[in-house]
């Protein structure tokens, strides 16, 4: 206990970093089920394919020695579109391979799920086993850089140096924790709006509430499942630079404990409700943090899930609710 | 009126499974019986029989046989929570596991009971611990108990790491086996080619369950499945069977109609903790040695895929699609690094094509094939 209060402003600050980053990724999980009404088990590779393609693009480019700020920027603005770009293109594969039949034929959500979590082997997979794939096609001699170890952990070259800013309590506030959080929020709240104010952000609550009604009113449902594919996919990609800029190393499975975690935050802020999964990424960063000052920190995930049971008990559906398909404009 | 036996004749064709089992179906009673005893003889001499093409070339028959037959058995448990009442659960293994350290923590590392009695015990603990977590959480549905579930099963992995009175993370060594009685010496059957000559040199000793020979742990696990199968018959095809299913369809409706919904979710949770946590007490005195990383997550969607893969709601769906997912992996031991691959590439083109099933329950064809003939026939009305 003493423990806690002794380190609050530290564990506060770290959960909060960590909250951001399980939010993100929940959003994938969240607009997924609030227009199919299926748990996405494969965005947990989404995001892993994102953290590998934001490496490499870094790789490829390589950071001199002393950047300046402008080429920091640029350098991370490449890492971004690179994690984006294919986290969103691995959501659309998702979508296409293991949904879109599936979808047509109004199979039961079981189903989609045992398809989704095949899917979520294959992406794994391929990516664990890249040195030999690419050892088939003759190529691990020029993919050297891309493909050793491709079971071992893989570091990240952020061209942003940690730097504390200020203080707060005993925890010193670093450059990176602001951008994370800053971006995170940024997005967070830029989606929100999309989704209130824009016509496809209106199209995508209209397939929310009703997708067969929506249809007949013109909304081209498809349309609306492939770019809701495609923004968690986004959104999973830039959570894998702002977790790589944070934590510096990614793995062929690192998707899977943050996924779980993720999936928790969206199902504690109630999924389907895009401002519940931020809620759910902070009150599961934090509490994991408290609760590891606690107990101890070999404990940490069981009170992330203890938790989880705790809130489900007293607020079925979430801390917000399932709300992707009520919201209002 | 020819429209309903054509559409079932045309089904029946497809599924080349459910045409095997109809011609079954159709012969006299004793003829039925005997076939019924023949194949089950037949199981038990399987891992003596060694035949080519089925047993894997690299590993030992007999262990992939008892691999295979645990997964059948956790497949019939979850197949009762998800098949019949339609309760998602992520978390058997969570069950599987509390079996599997009860067995060991009261068997060698806390005391030394017997296993006979251990393996009940298992499954009683992991039944409290089912009605434990059931009552609580099953007021919650759907999707938020897939993950409430997925929450307890890795509670229970992790509480099994960070636990020194359980052996924390080196895990528990020494499980007891179940008492031999040596009575006579079984030969195998080894193949050339096509060509079966009887091996007198190799040799299961019945029933001597030691470290070396895998067979006799097969045949427990076999007769385990049998028991259950014929308590799990009698009780889908009873009141509470119904209850479930009704449960399963529509909850709300079932309520309306008078079934104690949540006390049959309760039962089908508790049923399904009990066969779980048998198969894990089989697991752990088969593996002898037992720690965490014997009980991944990885393990509870296995099971799952098991159950989704057969045909979530039939016992022989979930029979075969259990085989299936645990015994491809050994087939393609060859490709040891591709088979997770292979595998999840399986699951998907199943799940594409096969959406029901391998095995889908009877009336769920039968709710799917009325709907096909209402929905031609609105569409025949259309076009009038």
Known sequence: ?329 | MTSPTATAGKSRSRNPLVTVADVIRRQPKPVRVLLGALFVVLLYLLPLLNPPLISPSQSDFGAVLFNVSTYVLVALGLNIVLGYAGLLDLGYVGFYAIGAYTVAVLGSLHAHVPLLLLLPLAALVATVSGVLLGAPTLRVRGDYLAIVTLGFGEIIRLTAVNLQWVGAAAGISNVPRPPSVEIFKLPHVSWNGFVATIDLDNTTTFIKFGVLDQIPYYWLALTVIFIILAGEKRLVQSRVGRAWEATREDEDAAELMGVPTFKFKLLAFSCGAFIGGLSGGLFATRQAFINPESFPLLLSILFLAAVVVGGAGNRWGVIVGAIIVSYLPEIFRPFADYRVLVFGILLIVLANFRPQGLLPPKRTVRARQVDEELEELEEGAAHV
């Open chain 1, 1 to 329: 206990m003493s423990y806690l209060i002794h380190n609050f402003a530290a564990l506060t600050g770290t959960g909060l970093i960590k909250g951001a980053v399980y939010g993100l990724v929940a959003l994938g999980y969240t607009l997924v089920y609030g227009v199919l009404r299926l748990i996405n088990f494969a965005h947990s590779e989404v995001f892993m394919w994102g953290s590998f393609a934001a490496v490499w693009a870094l790789a490829a480019i390589g950071a001199g020695p002393n950047p300046s700020p402008l080429e920091i920027a640029l350098l991370l603005l490449v890492a971004l579109v690179a994690a984006t770009a294919v986290s969103g293109a691995t959501a659309l594969v998702v979508e296409r391979v293991a949904y879109r039949r599936l979808i047509r034929l109004k199979a039961p959500p079981l189903t989609a799920l045992i398809s989704a979590i095949g899917m979520s082997f294959v992406l794994g997979e391929i990516m664990g086993l890249r040195d030999k794939i690419t050892g088939w096609v003759g190529l691990d001699g020029t993919l050297h850089l891309y493909v050793s170890g491709a079971r071992d952990n893989t570091r990240f070259a952020n061209p942003l140096q940690s730097r504390i800013l200020f203080n707060i309590g005993n925890y010193g506030v670093s450059n990176i924790d602001l951008l994370v959080l800053g971006c995170a929020l940024v997005m967070m709240v830029a989606l929100d709006q999309f989704i209130r104010r824009s016509r496809l952000g209106r199209g995508i609550r209209a397939v929310a509430q009703d997708s067969d009604a929506a249809a007949l009113m013109g909304v081209n449902k498809q349309q609306v499942i492939r770019v809701t594919f495609l923004i968690g996919g986004v959104m999973a990609g830039a959570a894998a630079l702002l977790y790589l800029m944070k934590f510096g190393v990614t793995r062929w499975n690192a998707g899977f404990l943050l996924g779980v975690k993720a999936f928790t935050a969206a199902v504690l802020g109630g999924i389907g409700n895009v401002r519940g999964a931020l809620l759910g990424g902070f009150v599961l960063g934090l509490a994991e943090n408290y609760g590891s000052a606690i107990v101890g920190s070999q404990w940490q995930d069981v009170v992330a899930f203890v938790l989880l049971i705790v809130i489900l008990l007293f607020r079925p559906t979430g801390l917000l609710g399932e709300s992707l398909g009520r919201a209002r404009a």
